[in-house]
């Protein structure tokens, strides 16, 4: 079952399944934004076709914003009303709002629930924003850089509320430009970069297609030596045993496969590279 | 919720982060009030002549004005300020993505804004009684009640208006202040009829502050020239209402214009 498919920006497409979290990554500029904007029925697209909860949002009313929750790029809450108010005066706009109590508990703010917003940190101040977005009870959530500007434990929070969201059955579009929160979080990752999408798949199958081997490093008389491999189980019994037979040790030994990040910055920049041979 | 409850809903906590609002609660509530005081204190003992040669006790004068100034204060000013607050915070655009009618969310501001101005009419004149004995025109209270109505809801309408044209939050207070202040002074408000030349009159004449004065001036003092309502004012009011509701509905935004 198709949640939404869409043909925009130049020529994306692509389609979330209902209750997964659905990452859509991309460096800066990329269009990552636009796209949200053109699902969540913000922006006016020129062409293509868009479904999301099988409606149409640039013409969905009422009843089908009832079913979405929308967290904005970059959005400040009432710094004047409290946590349960600001939760309180959106649940008031739906059908049927979860209470606001259960809200707080989801997004972590137990002891700040009285708290004005002002006085809160940029963190807790985001996760208010995001219980906003879930206390209409909605069915898909579109979170657009929920972590923007975070520190460490502030992120780490933030992806413990977003992880909670798939457990109690929502359906998450979450855009972001860090390769750790869509590995971390998502069940399905689409790379966009320059406006195109230049990769897709689970965190594991992108981890997959740019595997080129594996690094070997270690220190030998204090020189770093780094050996490129193919195949490094092999590699590493031949580095291993003629260590033993010389009753060397082999300092800092390490073996690393590309990860996600480097696979990451791989694809966007081959697609940047590209942009610009165009121009 | 009804449409109705809808309404009262968003109203209920407009109030609340109105009156927690150390700015709004200070230039739309705190500033008038400072205003009659020192305009009362300094210029008490004096009189002013009126249009049609009558003359009254200052402190007469100076509370309808700054009634009037209170009220345009509450509505123009106050919602001009605060929803391009909320605009650039990009919490007009957050309330678009939820099912909340867009009108509803207006009708709460605008709601919140007439009340504040009722509000500060009772302050205003309560304060003008008690400590320099200008009576409240019981009498007159329908007509006052009535031209403040359609005062208020066309400042409403001219301050959502004036939100298209201030590109952010550090511009909102200036632009405000810049279009407003130079009418006060013109329009009587600081400075009585009798002390400006008949040329600023005239000139301020072509401005909403100034014929709202001269309306709300006749409803509240009972010597003023005319009585009750004064619709010849009001009409041109309305007029500017009108001309300000046709404005806002073009060209209000509900995205934030810098970014």
Redesign the interface.
């Known amino acids: 079952m198709s949640y939404g498919e869409t043909e925009a920006v130049r020529g994306i497409d692509l389609e979330v399944m209902p209750g997964e979290i659905f990452a859509f990554l991309g460096p800066n500029g990329a269009g990552k934004t636009t796209t949200v904007e053109i699902l ?3 922006r006016r697209r020129t062409g293509g076709e868009v479904v999301v909860l099988g409606e149409d949002p640039q013409r969905a009313g ?2 089908w ?2 079913r ?1 929750g ?1 967290v ?1 790029q ?5 710094p ?2 409290t946590v349960r ?1 600001s939760l ?3 649940a ?4 049927h709002p979860r209470p606001v109590d259960e809200v707080i508990v989801l997004v972590g703010l137990e002891g700040k629930a009285d708290e ?1 917003a002002r006085k809160l940190s940029g963190g807790q101040q985001r996760r208010l924003d995001v219980g ?1 977005a879930l206390v ?1 009870d909605p069915e898909l959530l579109f979170l657009d850089e929920p972590t923007t500007g975070f520190d460490p434990s502030a992120r780490r929070q933030a992806w413990d509320v977003i992880a909670g969201l798939r457990e109690i059955g929502k359906t998450v579009f979450l855009t972001t430009h860090y390769m750790d929160e869509a590995q971390r979080l998502a069940d399905r990752v689409t790379i966009i970069s320059g406006g195109e999408i230049v990769a897709r798949g689970t965190p594991a199958d992108l981890g997959q297609r740019g595997r080129q081997g594996a690094t070997i490093r270690y220190r030998r008389d204090g020189e770093e030596v780094t050996v490129q491999t193919e195949t490094p189980v092999q590699a590493l019994h031949e580095l291993t045993g003629e260590a033993l037979a010389r009753g060397e040790d082999l300092e800092g030994l390490e073996v690393t496969r590309p990860t996600l990040e480097d696979v990451y910055l791989q694809l966007t920049a081959t697609a940047e590279a590209e942009d610009g041979a165009a121009e | 919720m009804s449409a109705l409850a809808l309404v009262a809903h968003q109203f209920r906590y407009d109030q609340k982060a109105f009156w927690r609002n150390p700015a709004s609660v200070f230039f739309t509530v705190m500033f008038p009030v400072v205003l009659l005081l020192i305009f009362g204190a300094v210029f008490g003992g004096k009189h002013v002549e009126l249009g049609n040669g009558e003359s009254v006790k200052t402190t007469t004068y100076y509370v309808p004005a700054i009634i009037t100034l209170a009220v345009i204060s509450a509505t123009m000013q106050g919602l001009a300020m605060s929803l391009v607050i909320a605009r650039e915070d990009g919490r007009l655009k957050r309330s678009r993505g939820t099912p909340l009618p867009p009108w509803v969310f207006i009708a709460g501001r605008v709601g919140n804004s007439i009340v504040v101005a009722v509000l500060m009419l009772a302050l205003l004149a309560a304060i003008g009684r008690v400590l320099f004995s200008v009576p409240i025109p019981w009498s007159d209270l329908p007509a006052v009640l009535v031209t403040l109505a359609i005062g208020a809801a066309c400042f409403c309408t001219l301050g959502i208006a004036l939100t298209a044209a201030i590109p952010s939050q550090d511009a909102a207070a200036p632009i405000v202040n810049a279009l407003l202040l130079p009418l006060y002074f013109l329009s009587g408000i600081f400075i009585p009829d009798d002390e400006l030349s008949s040329g600023v009159i005239s000139f301020a004449n072509h401005f909403p502050v100034r014929d709202f004065f001269e309306a709300f001036i006749q409803a509240y003092i009972p010597a003023a020239p005319g009585s009750g309502v004064d619709w010849g004012n009001l009409a041109v009011v309305a007029i500017w209402g009108v001309a300000g509701l046709l404005l806002a509905v073009k060209f209000f935004r509900w995205t934030p214009k810098g970014g």
């Not at chain 1, 008031?92 to 059908?95: D, E, N, S």
């Open positions: 969540e029925g913000y009422r009843a914003r009832d979405i929308i904005l970059s959005c400040r809450v009432d004047y009303l108010e309180a005066l959106y008031g706009y739906y059908q004005r906003m209409g």
